[in-house]
């Protein structure tokens, strides 16, 4: 399952927008979340609007019952460049600057990783709980 959110025309250039985007690449929802939350960059907001609303897409369309927040994973952030604005300005001697305003479109796309479950065999091989192993036990005595 692939959940995609869209934020087009964002008065921010894509280069700005593409420095934080790779922060959370590939990580969870939560995380990535958190990350933007506490990254002092404008382009952290643009991008934590548009996470939380991919991660609402996600819950709304498969229903809370289906889709854990906990299990959703940044597959593909793209950002790219909107339309520009162009503006001038004045300077001396009767000429004129061109000042370019960019914007940007960020496309975010969540995939579901279901957490895995181990094989009963491997449970088995395992070694119970209340035994440690021997240098864990020499410490523990005071030796």
């Given amino acids: 399952m692939e959940i995609r959110a ?3 025309y964002v ?3 894509p280069r700005k927008l593409r420095r934080v985007a790779e922060l959370i ?9 958190g990350i933007l939350e506490f990254t ?3 382009a952290s907001m643009a991008l934590y609007r548009t996470l ?3 991660a609402s897409n996600a819950i709304a369309s498969e229903g809370t019952a289906k889709v854990k927040i906990e299990n959703l994973f940044v597959k593909n952030i793209e950002i790219d460049s909107g339309p520009t604005w162009k503006r001038i300005r004045p300077v001396g001697m009767g000429r004129a600057y061109l000042i370019r305003k960019r ?6 796309t969540l995939i579901e ?3 895995k479950v181990e094989p009963a065999a491997a449970k088995k091989a395992r070694r119970p709980s209340g035994t440690e192993s021997p240098s864990v036990r020499s410490k523990t005595r005071g030796n």
């Fill in 103 to 108: 914007t940007a479109h960020i496309g975010i």
């Fill in 52 to 54: 939380k609303s991919a």
């Fill in 113 to 115: 990783k279901k957490p």
């Fill in 11 to 13: 008065r921010m250039s």
């Fill in 6 to 8: 869209v934020l087009k």
């Fill in 25 to 33: 690449k590939g990580e969870s929802v939560d995380r990535a979340l």
């Fill in 40 to 42: 002092p960059k404008a």
